[in-house]
């Protein structure tokens, strides 16, 4: 499960506050809003990179707010992937690997295998979401934080990668928590949202 | 019409600071001719400095990596109250005459000063000893790596320690395993730096250890003792060993091929 309790943040220009949301253990929850409404902060704050600013956090039966990220045992794939550079793929994806069979498994789930032993600099954006998308799963979570996971990805591999992780949900039930602006994400799985306001002064504009 | 006689006049510039940087040192080494370097090439003392100078800069630089690269973490990391004085005391030796260093260590560490006599008590001498060039070398280049540690730390975007976090490193686990590796080839090429700087030192030794004589030292000696001869010799093979240091400096610092996002 993952619940927010009256959670409240600062994300840049947007302050959020009394954010409440229950996920349902095994379940998909979706996070939406425009653009710079402060949903990745969100996010980021499940992790733990981000201090809420009031509210609680609570993963399973624990509450999270307090503890660091290595503690909470969330797998999370942010935006922009954020591999690392100076590890090929399959550095990256090994990288927090829970044992030999979690691993196993994340890489056959995405596939990801294809793509050893590339450098990370080689690959394409969907290719990279690939890969971050492995590298969260072989830390075998209690839970996923999915940033816009599929949006640097051409339509089929975005549903062969939808469906891994369903897929992989039910095989573990990991409760997952998806930032999305796809209503095809929006399926019968995703039984609780959260929208979040749009930012007081519109969408930030683009560098 | 301009643009030509600018990019004239900046030919023309560039032109006369390579002839200056480069003329007098190819000079040097035309005056010395291959003769002269080859005997250098078999002089016992000589041979003996550049060794006793190759071995202090090493220990030197070790010395600046182990306690410079936390120190440069911290300075680019870290926001904290006195971080502005600690970077200009940390930088103050760039830009202070050296043999401004060398008293402030021979002030600091000779053996009637309290912190000179605690290290005379473990045995251990600087004035005057290999580990005074040490101390003086480290004095003078250490800046130069911690600046440059901080600069390729600054690079590593900090949102990867984050990253690694939530793959189950704790705070320092993830400095370990990512940043420092991403920042590594910085780090190398600040190390060599702080190498070749530390290996050309002069007006700082010369004052905390005249004996025993390191390369730049004894080319200072030769000239005051024998002139201008005797020294050419000595001065074209610290040219030549510099040379093939900035070398291997620029290849260190070479960009990677193709283009990361």
Redesign the interface.
């Known amino acids: 499960m993952i619940r927010l309790d009256a959670l409240a943040l600062d994300a840049g220009p947007v302050s959020l506050r009394a954010l409440d949301l229950v996920v349902p253990t095994g379940a998909t929850g979706a996070l939406l809003g425009p653009v710079g409404a402060g949903k990745s902060s969100l996010l980021e704050c499940v992790a733990g990179v981000r201090a809420p600013r009031a509210g609680r956090v609570i993963i399973g039966d624990d509450d999270v707010t307090s503890w660091p990220p290595e503690r909470r045992r969330a797998g999370v794939v942010f935006q922009r992937g954020w591999l690392f550079e100076h590890l090929d793929v399959r550095g990256n994806v090994a990288y927090g690997a829970r044992d030999a069979a979690t691993l196993d498994a994340a890489v056959r789930a995405t596939g990801v295998d294809a793509l050893y032993p590339r450098a990370v600099a080689t690959l394409s954006g969907g290719e990279r979401q690939r890969v971050a998308l492995a590298r969260a799963l072989a830390t075998g979570p209690r839970v996923l934080l999915l940033d816009e996971p599929w949006a640097a990805m051409d339509a089929a591999l975005h549903a062969a990668m939808r469906d891994a992780v369903r897929a992989w949900q039910r095989a573990h039930g990991t409760t997952t928590l998806l930032v999305t602006h796809d209503p095809s994400d929006l399926g019968d799985d995703v039984v609780a949202r959260l929208e979040l306001p749009a930012p007081p002064h519109g969408a930030p504009r683009a560098a | 019409m301009t643009r030509p006689l600018v990019a004239g006049a900046a030919v023309l510039a560039a032109s006369l600071l390579v002839a200056l940087l480069v003329l007098p040192v190819g000079t040097l080494l035309g005056a010395t001719g291959a003769g002269g370097i080859a005997r250098a090439l078999g002089d016992a003392q000589l041979l003996a400095a550049l060794a006793l100078t190759a071995a202090c800069a090493t220990a030197a630089t070790l010395l600046a990596v182990a306690g410079g690269t936390p120190l440069a973490w911290l300075l680019a990391r870290r926001s904290f109250r006195g971080r502005t004085l600690l970077e200009a005391a940390l930088e103050l030796p760039l830009v202070v005459p050296h043999p401004v260093i060398g008293l402030a260590l021979l002030v600091a560490l000779a053996p009637a000063t309290p912190l000179g006599r605690a290290l005379a008590t473990t045995g251990l001498e600087v004035v005057g000893t290999p580990l005074g060039i040490v101390a003086a070398m480290v004095a003078v280049s250490a800046p130069l790596y911690v600046t440059g540690a901080r600069e390729a730390i600054a690079r590593v975007?900090v949102?990867?320690e984050?990253?690694?976090?939530?793959?189950?490193?704790?705070?320092w686990r993830a400095v370990r395993?990512?940043t420092l590796?991403?920042a590594?080839r910085g780090l190398v090429a600040s190390a060599v730096a702080m190498w070749a700087r530390a290996t050309s030192e002069f007006g700082a030794i010369v004052l905390v250890a005249y004996h025993p004589k390191v390369a730049s030292v004894l080319a200072y000696d030769r000239f005051t003792t024998y002139g201008l001869r005797e020294a050419l010799p000595v001065a074209a093979v610290l040219v030549l060993a510099s040379f093939g240091v900035l070398v291997l400096v620029q290849v260190t610092r070479a960009p990677r091929r193709?283009?990361?996002?």
């Open positions: 975007d949102r990867l984050g990253v690694a976090r939530t793959l189950g490193d704790d705070p395993r990512v590796p991403a590594r193709g283009f990361t996002p």
